[in-house]
Nanobody, 121 residues
Framework: QVQLVESGGGLVQPGGSLRLSCEVS????????GGWYRQAPGKEREMVAR???????NYADSVKGRFTISRDNAKKTVDLQMNNLKSEDTAVYYC???????????????WGQGTQVTVSS
């Protein structure tokens, strides 16, 4: 089982920055793909940013130019740098990782427990 540990959420004023980090705490061979999703109260979960196995990156239109996703296989992390935060970014943010646990095995899809991001003055 792939275990994920999220950190970096909190309360920030509009225009501020936060960095979310998702670390794979269990032994794996490689992170294939990773992403961050969010769910605001009363809304469905939506993709915020995703990085593919080939390094391709996709962002939700609402965060383009403000958020940056990165992957570090040496550290086993998928991070999300969030700048110029807005009140509408308030949500619970979830990390998703597709990882190969052992060489030659199929990738496994795992989710973090979620971290709250609140943007308010």
């Amino acid at each position: 089982q792939v275990q994920l540990v999220e950190s970096g959420g909190g309360l920030v004023q509009p225009g501020g920055s936060l960095r979310l980090s998702c670390e794979v705490s269990s032994n794996i061979f490689r992170i294939n793909a990773g992403g961050w999703y969010r769910q605001a109260p009363g809304k469905e979960r939506e993709m915020v940013a995703r990085i593919g196995v080939d390094g391709s990156i996709n962002y939700a239109d609402s965060v383009k130019g403000r958020f940056t996703i990165s992957r570090d296989n040496a550290k086993k992390t998928v991070d999300l740098q969030m700048n110029n935060l807005k009140s509408e970014d308030t949500a619970v943010y979830y990390c998703n990782v597709v990882a190969v646990v052992r060489f030659g095995t199929f990738p496994r899809d795992s989710w973090g427990q979620g971290t709250q991001v609140t943007v308010s003055s």
